[in-house]
């Protein structure tokens, strides 16, 4: 199965390093081989409001638009004079190229302000109706291939759907800009908004990417930009679970549903045809009666207009529960998030930094004054909450229960407050989970049948999570050299073994994101924190202890778990996980590092763990570790100027020694088994006449475990030592 790092939204949460607009696009098209399913029938059940009553209003004004845009296209004079005359003509296919001005019939840009007409049209229709159950109107601006002002890179959407609400604030929208809408709608403006210089991410509902003509590459081209722009309203509105968007082709448009695991598209709707139009108009209508959650927002996180912060809802502690009724919920207050859900698949996973209380002050939300984590998660789960082992939840309360007379590592694992499967209303009075099955749907089952699914992977259960916990800890971008990260991550190892040992838990998912720090305000008391439990499995539960499972984050995950073997899992697996951390960071650095490192480019072999295929990515570390030699390929990128680099590279190179060459010489049984390549960023085969040193390891885990362990805390002893001698808090 081809897969991206894209393809795990854990990677968010550790990707320090700037993605090429190269990379970007790669990304972008392998997102869409993987997960990218066209021509789904019925797409647009899924926007239905779920009140029955809003149900019927709805369809009965799908209805009135589409009868009353028919009678106006055929009642049109044939001459545009006005921009509805404009639209009927084009919808008639009337227009004539002198109607167009200076725009040629063959530039995409000249089907944006058409485009626009028809979604004008429609939100004008409602506001003069204004029909029972109308929530919003779905806007379109008049400025088109527009600039972003919180894009990573120099993105330009073609065209921008905007959601102004009529009832309250949208969510992920300042307060201001939707007060503006809301005055428009009011003066009955709505249908003319003003051209903007600048957008945010913030404040989109949807983006629509338009080619002028339908060839395959120019489908394959528009799809690419609007993976790339979803994959950043994912990361900046931090409220947003699912996201819908749209492709243009000429005369014809596919709208697109954007999940955990899918990106759904639905069949070609001619918008010359009459049955085109009202197809589209039903997506349109739908958007403006349904629930919010319908158009991919949470309700249980909703922003402040008053305290300029997001009010965060979590329930009560439920360990191995499932209630028909609602929780008993708990109210947090958050400002700051320290992971964001930046790539569009797996987890989506959110860290906000939160308060019990609502904040008095503009301090009160900084960092340094929470006294939570709040994590928000899709996780892959059961269906039933009861039967799920692997649930995080019970796993923290496994580990603080075993842990609780550990000093050595206290502080350096969460400690569990509240938490369970986020819960809410979907029209009604009936309180529902949020699960992969109540967002899809009736669509759900056509979807998951294996024997009878159209999409391209399976699309696993997933249970939408939200956990509580203390302390508050900070990324490692936020460290300050290598030898901060180098004590950072002995503490998290050393939890890990305590984990292991204790309540025989293992990790499974060591990766950027899930290891942090603490320190007090005035920067002593540095601690490495392990967090993320939720690829965790109970080594003592033979059901948990499956081989062929494919758990971890891109870059990060062992060879075992890229090429789902046979060869038995151990600890050793989250142990080779952290020398790939760790060689991420001597390349790439930190957030506070004194700049890109001049040694990437864009063939740089430490990018081939990042992108491809899980068994290519596999198949170039096993070449990177099979000799010093091959592995300085890697080490000869490690950035010169980084703080600390040096004993970050001896550290690396120990590491590399204990995992595949089993020790350094012979201090435990084991041999290098790899085929030297010849082109070594060739995929290396394993000679049959030789074992494979990452399934020999594990008869000898334990010796290699107790090895490593010696390693890491003999560099973090150095690392405090030389930063008290050069007179840094540590």
Not at 326 to 341: D, E, R, W
Not at 391 to 407: G, M, T, W, Y
Not at 456 to 478: C, D, G, Q, S, Y
Not at 703 to 727: C, M, P, T
Request: charged letters at 25%; hydrophobic letters at 35%; glycine letters at 6%.
């Amino acid at each position: 199965m081809s897969a991206t790092i894209g393809s795990c939204a854990a990677a968010a949460k550790g990707r320090i390093h700037a993605d090429t607009k190269d990379d970007n696009i790669r990304q972008a098209e392998d997102n869409i081989d993987s997960y990218l399913t066209a021509d789904v029938a019925d797409l647009e059940m899924i926007a239905r409001p779920v009140s029955k009553q809003q149900w019927r209003q709805a369809d009965d004004a799908t209805t009135v638009v589409s009868e009353a845009l028919e009678a106006d296209i055929v009642s049109h004079h044939g001459h545009p004079s006005n921009d509805n005359d404009l639209l009927f003509s084009w919808l008639a296919n009337t227009v004539s190229k002198k109607s167009k001005g200076k725009q040629p019939k063959d530039k995409e840009s000249s089907i944006y302000p058409l485009f626009s007409l028809f979604v004008r049209y429609v939100a004008t229709q409602l506001e003069r109706q204004r029909p029972s159950g109308l929530q919003r109107a779905i806007t379109v601006n008049n400025s088109f291939d527009v600039t972003i002002k919180d894009s990573e890179s120099n993105t330009r959407p073609d065209i921008i759907l905007e959601c102004a609400d009529l009832i309250s604030d949208s969510p992920g929208s300042s307060a201001s800009a939707q007060n503006q809408k809301q005055s428009k709608m009011a003066s009955g403006r709505a249908k003319t908004p003003e051209k903007k210089s600048q957008f945010s991410f913030k404040d989109i509902f949807a983006v629509v990417e338009a080619k002028r003509s339908s060839s395959d590459s120019a489908v394959r081209e528009a799809n690419i930009q609007l993976f790339q722009y979803t994959r950043e309203v994912y990361d900046k509105q931090l409220n947003r679970r699912n996201v819908w968007g749209a492709t243009l082709y000429g005369n014809t448009v596919r709208v697109s549903y954007f999940g955990p695991d899918y990106v759904l598209s639905s069949a070609a709707m001619d918008l010359l045809s009459a049955s085109g139009r009202r197809s589209f108009i039903r997506y349109l209508v739908n958007w403006s009666f349904c629930e919010r959650h319908c158009l991919g927002y949470d309700p249980t996180i909703e922003w402040m207009t008053r305290h300029q912060c997001w009010k965060i809802s979590a329930p009560t502690l439920t360990t191995g529960k499932r209630s028909k009724t609602a929780y008993k919920m708990h109210y947090y207050y958050a400002k700051k998030v320290v992971i964001s859900a930046e790539h569009m698949f797996g987890r989506l996973t959110r860290c906000f930094l939160a308060r019990k209380t609502p904040p008095a002050n503009k301090t009160d939300l900084e960092p340094e004054n929470c006294e939570y984590a709040i994590k928000d998660a899709w996780v892959e789960s059961t269906v039933d909450a009861a039967v799920d082992t692997r649930d995080e939840i019970s796993h923290l309360v496994a580990i603080s229960d075993a842990l609780k007379e550990n000093q050595q590592v206290d502080g350096m694992y969460p400690k569990i407050v509240a938490g369970g499967r986020v819960q809410f209303s979907r029209g009604g009075a009936v309180i529902e989970e949020d699960t992969t099955m109540t967002v899809l749907r009736d669509l759900y089952p056509l979807l998951t049948d294996e024997s009878n699914s159209i999409v391209k992977n399976r699309i696993p259960f997933r249970a939408h999570k939200r956990i509580v916990t203390e302390p508050v800890a900070m990324p490692l971008r936020n460290l300050e050299s290598g030898y901060e990260v180098i004590i950072v991550i002995a503490d998290a190892m050393r939890c890990h073994g305590a984990i292991v040992d204790g309540p025989r838990i293992l990790h499974r998912d060591m990766s950027m994101g899930n290891i942090m720090f603490t320190r007090n305000r005035d920067k002593t008391g540095l601690k490495g924190l392990l967090i993320d439990f939720d690829h965790a499995i109970n080594l003592d539960r033979a059901s948990d202890n499956g081989h062929k499972e494919r758990t971890g984050t891109g870059p990060f995950m062992s060879v075992n778990n890229l090429e789902k073997n046979d060869n038995p899992r151990s600890r050793l697996d989250d142990c080779e996980s952290v020398l790939y951390i760790l060689s991420w960071i001597a390349t790439f650095g930190l957030k506070k590092s004194i700049g890109i490192n001049p040694k990437i480019v864009p063939n740089s072999p430490i990018k081939t763990w990042d992108i491809g295929a899980w068994t290519d990515i596999a198949g170039h570390k096993r070449d990177h570790l099979h000799s010093e030699e091959t592995f300085e390929l890697i080490t000869k990128g490690f950035h010169s100027e980084f703080d600390g680099h040096e004993a970050l590279y001896w550290l690396i190179t120990k590491l590399r020694r204990c995992l595949i060459e089993h020790g350094n010489g012979n201090e435990c049984t084991g041999t290098k088994v790899l085929v030297k390549p010849k082109d070594p960023l060739a995929i290396t085969q394993i000679s049959e006449s030789k074992s494979d040193p990452f399934k020999a390891r594990v008869a000898i885990a334990d010796d290699i475990y107790k090895k490593i362990q010696e390693v890491l805390d003999e560099y973090a002893v150095f690392s405090r030592n030389h930063l008290r001698e050069r007179g840094d808090p540590v």
